[in-house]
């Protein structure tokens, strides 16, 4: 097992609070019982697409059976959280979807490993859907990265969790397929 790093801590503390943040009265809105529960929240994955730009991947996921939810801001995830794990050469360049408001916190150093937040900056109404592009471009300075792209989505009013992850390739691959780096911090299987 590897050693608990800063930014495991972090990712463990924002999904932890994005899920156990919001007041429990927060769960009594006026919506079925299922869809407030979050019973019929499905997100698939699907992509990525390449445009004309070879330097970058539109990621999709695919949102159903959305709850109710609040709009979130930085650092206040009241809503549903993509925590994006981006290996170093890598960068989320835009987020967009077919209907509601969605914004992202980059990371420090744009092309340096580390978390990008993905969150709806708009409410979401009982039963809606959504699909949702986050378009990731290659470091200039790169050619060829390939591997698992991976990220964390938690319903913060449900306590709904999934992984999520994605196979891409920039190109023709060079070099070692690149880890699934949110999935890193699981233990090692026994040999």
């Not at 591997?147 to 891409?168: I, K, R």
Request: one cysteine or more; aromatic letters at 6%.
């Amino acid at each position: 097992m590897e050693p608990t790093t800063t930014r495991d801590i972090r990712r463990r503390t924002v999904l932890a609070t994005a899920a156990w943040g919001v007041p429990v009265l927060a769960l009594a809105v006026a919506a079925p019982a299922a869809v407030a529960s979050g019973a019929d929240l499905v997100l698939a994955e699907s992509g990525p697409i390449q445009g004309t730009d070879p330097s970058v991947l539109s990621f999709v996921l695919t949102l159903t059976g959305l709850p109710e939810l609040p709009a979130s801001s930085p650092g206040e995830y009241v809503g549903i959280l993509l925590g994006f794990c981006l290996p170093d050469g890598l960068t989320v360049e835009s987020v967009s979807s077919t209907s509601n408001g969605w914004s992202f916190e980059p990371t420090a150093d744009p092309y340096e490993a580390g978390e990008t937040f993905v969150y709806n900056s708009s409410a979401i109404a009982a039963g809606a859907s959504d699909t949702l592009l986050v378009q990731v471009r290659q470091s200039p300075e790169i050619t060829g990265l390939h591997g698992s792209l991976g990220a964390d989505a938690t319903v913060a009013t449900t306590g709904y969790t999934q992984d999520l992850q994605w196979e891409y390739s920039y190109g023709t691959p060079s070099g070692p397929a690149l880890l699934n780096c949110a999935k890193a911090t699981q233990p090692a299987t026994p040999r």
